[in-house]
């Protein structure tokens, strides 16, 4: 059969969905809740398009081509309804993109991906970063007032991180030349005025208890860094309260892409907390999810592997693991695919340094 998209002709099999044959005609769509191959769910209503014909919204992930079919994929109204999609997603979207420490830094300097480097044993490139980050310049953090620390929500159980002074060991030990620019795969300069970014909160016990579950068992703290050893304990006692996923996050790409800010008076019904697989290294967290369903629909038909599931009814219903079940015996085979799949940080492997 054939059908117009956006004026465009294009060529659909039946049973093919809007999507499909968009995306056969080279025709972007955005989704959060698709996946292909995947029962199709329908949740997020980003895929939205206009059927010209019947004057009606429809989601393009599920709706099925029909003969001479006109269909507006890109028009303001199309626009207007994906734009309070995202919004809405936004609304009861808790998690924080950036660490409070970043986000106050005056150079933006990435200090949530330092401490992951340092922790992760990745020392040089723990340098490179933070010597890319100067742009063959000064370090700001010899005469800054360590804003950083004064944010680090590690204050508030002993002692903030030791940044500072870590930045400027890394800094003083790594041999270079001062003015040499250095290149770095890690090093990614972004303004993060101009990025989407969740509001910052301030956190209760309880919810300090869960940032600290990334926190080693027995951290040996360092106020003074001497030696790289020291610089890498104290990276350790870092609370990783940034996003994993703060690079590779399609909701946030649809944020910025939308030029949305967090919205006010959300509804919020996803506590902070972190649940880790000490057998896979799948880490979850609630916060971050959007209830797209991709993770359950992907694992959920192998009966004999555990997998995340649907709990509660209507707006309060959330992910969460089966209650017959404990969570370090979650999806033991479909950890990998899961984490790929999820479209925000809410899956993610423990520890990992970059993306998910």
């Known amino acids: 059969m054939k059908i117009r998209i956006d004026d465009i002709e294009v060529e659909a099999e039946k049973g093919q969905t809007v999507l499909d044959a968009a995306r056969k005609a080279g025709l972007q769509i955005p989704t959060l809740c698709h996946g292909d191959g995947l029962e199709h769910y329908s949740s997020c209503m980003v895929c939205i398009v206009k059927d010209i014909r019947r004057n009606s919204f429809v989601p393009s992930c599920s709706s099925l081509c029909q003969e001479d079919m006109e269909i507006d994929a890109s028009g303001d109204e199309v626009l207007?309804?994906?734009?309070?999609?995202?919004t809405l997603l936004l609304s009861e979207h808790r998690a924080e993109c950036e660490g409070q420490?970043?986000?106050?830094?005056?150079m933006s300097y990435n200090i949530p991906l330092m401490n992951r480097l340092l922790s992760a044993g990745k020392t040089d490139e723990a340098r490179e970063l933070v010597l890319a980050e100067t742009e063959g310049g000064d370090l700001n953090c010899f005469t800054c007032k360590a804003f950083c620390e004064n944010a680090c929500r590690r204050k508030k159980i002993d002692?903030?991180?030791?940044?500072r002074?870590?930045?400027?060991?890394?800094?003083?030990?790594?041999?270079?030349?001062?003015?040499?620019?250095?290149?770095?795969?890690?090093?990614?300069?972004?303004?993060l005025k101009k990025r989407f970014s969740s509001r910052i909160g301030q956190i209760d016990e309880t919810e300090q208890r869960e940032w600290l579950k990334e926190c080693g068992t027995e951290v040996k703290r360092h106020r003074e860094i001497t030696e790289i050893k020291d610089a890498v304990e104290e990276a350790g006692s870092c609370?990783?309260?940034?996003c994993r996923a703060a690079d590779d996050c399609r909701l946030r790409e649809l944020a910025e892409h939308f030029e949305l800010k967090d919205p006010k008076g959300k509804f919020v019904n996803s506590p902070i907390s972190k649940k880790i697989?000490?057998?896979?290294?799948?880490?979850?967290?609630?916060?971050?999810?959007?209830?797209?369903?991709?993770?359950?629909?992907?694992?959920?038909d192998k009966k004999e592997e555990p997998s995340l599931c649907f709990v509660n009814r209507g707006f309060v219903s959330v992910i969460s693991l089966p209650l017959f079940d404990d969570f370090d015996n979650i999806l033991p085979t479909m950890t990998d695919k899961c984490i790929e799949i999820c479209p925000t940080g809410a899956l993610g492997h423990f520890g990992n340094?970059?993306?998910k």
């Open 353 to 355: 340094i970059t993306g």
């Open 159 to 163: 002692a903030p991180v030791s940044i």
């Open 165 to 191: 002074n870590t930045r400027i060991f890394l800094y003083n030990s790594s041999g270079i030349e001062k003015g040499v620019r250095i290149s770095s795969d890690y090093h990614k300069p972004v303004d």
């Open 101 to 106: 420490c970043r986000v106050v830094c005056p």
């Open 80 to 86: 207007r309804l994906r734009k309070k999609a995202v």
């Open 239 to 242: 609370m990783r309260c940034d």
């Open 277 to 300: 697989n000490i057998k896979t290294g799948l880490i979850f967290e609630n916060a971050k999810c959007i209830k797209c369903g991709l993770c359950v629909r992907l694992s959920g």
